[in-house]
């Protein structure tokens, strides 16, 4: 009796144990159930098969082809039905990424993770984004009636497969967390991934810092290290390739050629505050070392969800004409930069009714291709990056219930809201809002924010279209729909044109600077308007024969509207010019070839000052002879990827190492060669931890020395780049444990800004679907990838069925007959 006592305790301890959480509110004993555990997710996650269905809100039956990497082929008899039909597949496999995503925007992710997302359901409720998921789900009916019917036909296909789902066919995720999917899958779904796709790329959150700069270092300083217009990039649109009248002179506002600011700047011209901050930094030996390492801890699954637009996402196509492509015909590719997860972002299908024959990539929840192709027609995107959202400084009331407007106080209007928190208490949250936007209490004072994605857009409206259009004058018709997220839209078609335009909702403000916090108590400042359409930066049919965007600056010097300033993405922008220059005549391996291309121009724009360096250690002359004889490519075997690599990020975190930088606010590493070519004494190169005043040189000879020092003392070790930087993947929730749903390790080259991207280290950003498109052919032959898998059940062989692929730059074969 006493062994049966003790063997009982035991057993009860342990299935007490399995049901506490493992880490976050993941617990492991519901996976131990033998009847709804484990095994219940393994036999989902055999391959669909094809079928003809007909499902509830289908008028006639529809046929669904599945091929051998899951993607399914639907054909129907209507678009409606086609639509129920592609809300059953994506559901069936990606339920758990549609429900994730509509409670990140809907701030419900809480209710689901507990307390530890608690933070992430505030900042979406404090930034506005759940009032607009709400308010732009009840205005779809009236301003979008033939797309909301679309979301109707779509979330009825999506609850046909949820209705009959059995709790031992819930995916992973739920029983992990011991949780229920949601009851039912509603049109709020769809606008809440369009609300989550323009947050993540457009919410850009600087303003605040880029205020502080200004104001530390004086506005010509500030011009100078943040400029509007820079000699460096190569244009979308290029000097006397626009509509608009080109200014005369150099392009650079930045004091290098045009000699803005007298030349040299002598340190006195930033202003007394700064010199004071950096001998106060010096005297506490407080060194505040700001740039984004790319070797820096990751984020937090928390912060990784809440960052918003940051440099990396971003995307890159090109086309040439037929008359550089060795087919006569043009020739379109495409590569989107987005947040790498398992499951992947994308997911991969194919629609064919009496209106289309589209193949592309569709979010969870869209009701369409969002980037595709047709029998006449493909297109690709890359982020513009232009300035959708801008901080207000506002004053309020004492009792806090009033901002002042035009010397008039108006009402804030208080949304009061309940947070539900899974094992904890309900929280109460209130959201004061200005007519402008929602109002942020911070340290620093009180601002408002106004951001385009507050507001109703018809970017479904441009996707329906431009599924359905069949030659370039419909396609253009189409997008002139798009709001935001503003996006650079390539177009190539059967028709032999080639286009580009930036497209989308581009604010006309009133007075006031953009770029930094403006004046929220006057209406001098408020938004008065959109760049109209046709007067966006585009191109049709160049005489060069061939478009590239790389999210850099849209349109050169002369440009009449305010699109943004400091604009990243330079070197990728000079880099595909060169090679879509470089030839007259363009094959379509060449052109998928680029998307592969991993010359890092940094390497000799950086290693060439240091061929004046006198007076080196041994160690630094052997390092400098190593990276002045690298040809850039930072493939997974170049050794000498990683020592500069060190080199670099020693150089700008010695440069950039005042406070005034920190927060989203250093300037381009571009900045540094602009500094040391017109003033090698400036002030910036005085390091804020010695009390020696150094100047240019002095920085790049640290740098060097410091890298040096690093590989003697790993006894000059040769560590071939693909070593030492790798590509991640993370689980969309990104949490720890569930760090089996990751996959990650895989030798991965590229740098930040080469043409195949990788900003930080693990690869965490880089191409999330990769497309080449020939169009001499009918229908269009095309190849495509994305690092992933159609399934989100990890047991699924088409869970991670591309990732070596990807990784390898090989791509499948895109047939628009399947199916047919």
Do not use: C
């Not at 949780?179 to 049109?187: E, G, N």
């Not at 007394?272 to 407080?286: K, N, P, Q, W, Y």
């Not at 004061?432 to 018809?458: A, C, K, M, Q, S």
């Not at 993370?730 to 195949?756: D, K, N, Q, V």
């Amino acid at each position: 009796m006493k062994r049966i006592l003790v063997y009982s305790v035991m057993v009860g301890s342990l299935l007490v144990a399995l049901h506490l959480p493992v880490g976050g509110s993941f617990r492991v004993g519901p996976m131990l159930e033998p009847m709804s555990g484990l095994w219940s997710t393994a036999r989902a996650a055999r391959p669909w098969v094809s079928e003809t269905v007909k499902l509830d809100g289908m008028q006639d039956s529809v046929r669904i082809t599945m091929d051998n990497r899951g993607v399914p082929h639907i054909k129907a008899s209507s678009d409606q039905d086609a639509m129920v039909a592609l809300g059953y597949v994506v559901v069936r496999d990606r339920l758990f990424q549609a429900d994730f995503i509509h409670r990140v925007s809907t701030g419900r992710l809480a209710e689901l993770l507990g307390e530890e997302a608690l933070s992430i359901d505030q900042h979406f409720y404090r930034n506005g984004i759940v009032h607009a998921v709400r308010r732009n789900t009840r205005l779809m009916a009236d301003r979008m009636p033939r797309e909301f019917k679309a979301v109707e036909s779509y979330v009825r296909g999506a609850n046909a497969w949820l209705s009959q789902l059995h709790p031992e066919d819930y995916p992973l995720e739920y029983r992990l967390l011991d949780a229920q999917p949601p009851d039912s899958i509603t049109s709020e779904f769809t606008m809440a991934l369009y609300a989550y796709m323009a947050y993540d790329l457009s919410f850009r959150s600087t303003d605040r810092s880029h205020a502080f700069a200004r104001a530390s270092m004086g506005d010509a300083m500030f011009q100078r290290l943040y400029p509007e217009y820079s000699i460096w990039e190569k244009p979308i649109i290029q000097a006397g390739e626009g509509w608009w009248a080109e200014s005369s002179g150099s392009s650079g506002d930045n004091g290098v050629e045009s000699g803005q600011d007298g030349g040299k700047l002598s340190m006195m011209a930033i202003g007394g505050s700064v010199d004071h901050e950096r001998h106060v930094v010096a005297e506490t030996g407080s060194v505040s070392v700001s740039g984004e390492s790319r070797f820096k801890e990751a984020p937090s699954w928390q912060e990784a969800i809440m960052e918003g637009f940051t440099e990396g996402k971003g995307s890159n196509n090109w086309a040439v004409s037929g008359s550089r492509s060795a087919t006569g015909m043009p020739i379109l590719a495409g590569d989107m930069h987005l947040s790498l997860t398992l499951p992947a972002i994308w997911y991969e299908a194919h629609l064919i009714t009496p209106t289309t024959n589209v193949y592309g990539v569709t979010f969870p929840a869209v009701p369409g291709i969002v980037e595709g192709i047709t029998p006449t027609t493909a297109w690709a995107f890359t982020n513009t990056g232009s300035d959708q959202l801008d901080t207000y400084r506002i004053e309020l009331s004492d009792d806090g219930r009033h901002y002042r407007y035009d010397d008039t106080w108006l009402d804030l209007e208080v949304q009061r809201d309940t947070i539900r928190v899974k094992d904890g208490e309900e929280q109460v949250i209130e959201v004061p809002f200005t007519h402008f936007g929602p109002v942020l209490r911070e340290d620093d004072g009180d601002f408002v924010i106004r951001w385009v994605g507050h507001e109703f857009g018809t970017t479904f409206a441009a996707v329906w279209d431009m599924n359905r259009a069949r030659n370039y004058e419909e396609f253009e018709r189409a997008t002139r729909q798009w709001d935001y997220p503003m996006q650079n839209i390539l177009y190539a078609g059967t028709d032999s044109i080639i286009a580009i335009r930036s497209t989308g909702y581009m604010p006309v403000r009133g007075q006031g600077n953009a770029f930094g916090v403006m004046d929220g108590s006057t209406s001098d400042t408020e938004w008065i308007g959109r760049v109209p359409f046709d007067e966006l930066p585009f191109s049709i049919e160049p005489s060069k024969g061939y478009l590239a965007s790389t999210n850099q600056r849209p349109a050169s010097d002369g440009y009449p509207h305010y699109l943004g300033q400091d604009w990243y993405s330079i070197h990728r922008s000079v880099r595909i010019d060169a090679l879509l220059s470089g030839k007259s005549r363009h094959t379509v391996d060449d052109v998928a070839s680029y998307q592969g291309d991993q010359v890092a121009l940094q390497v000799g724009l950086f290693t060439q000052p240091l061929l004046d360096l006198e007076d080196l250690s041994p160690d630094a002359h052997r390092l400098r002879e190593v990276l002045l004889s690298f040809d850039g490519s930072m493939s997974t075997d170049a050794i000498e990827g990683h020592l500069f690599d060190l080199y670099f990020e020693s150089l700008r975190a010695l440069v950039w190492d005042e406070d005034v930088f920190a927060n989203g606010a250093e300037p381009q590493a571009v900045r540094i060669l602009e500094l040391l070519q017109s003033d090698t004494a400036h002030v910036w190169f005085d390091r804020a931890d010695t009390p020696a005043r150094e100047t240019g040189p002095d920085i790049f000879r640290a740098a060097i020395e410091e890298t040096a020092q690093r590989w003697a003392e790993t006894d000059y070790t040769d560590v071939p780049w693909g070593e030492v930087q790798t590509l991640q993947l993370r689980h969309i929730t990104g949490a720890e444990p569930l760090r089996a749903l990751w996959r990650e390790g895989f030798p991965y080259g590229g740098y930040r800004e080469t043409l195949s991207p990788a900003r930080t280290n693990p690869v965490r950003f880089s191409a999330s679907w990769r497309v080449v498109v020939d169009l001499s052919t009918s229908p269009p032959q095309a190849r495509g990838i994305y690092p992933g898998g159609q399934s989100g059940n990890p047991f699924s062989t088409l869970y991670d069925t591309h990732l070596q692929k990807f990784v390898d730059f090989e791509y499948y074969p895109i047939d628009l007959n399947v199916g047919h």
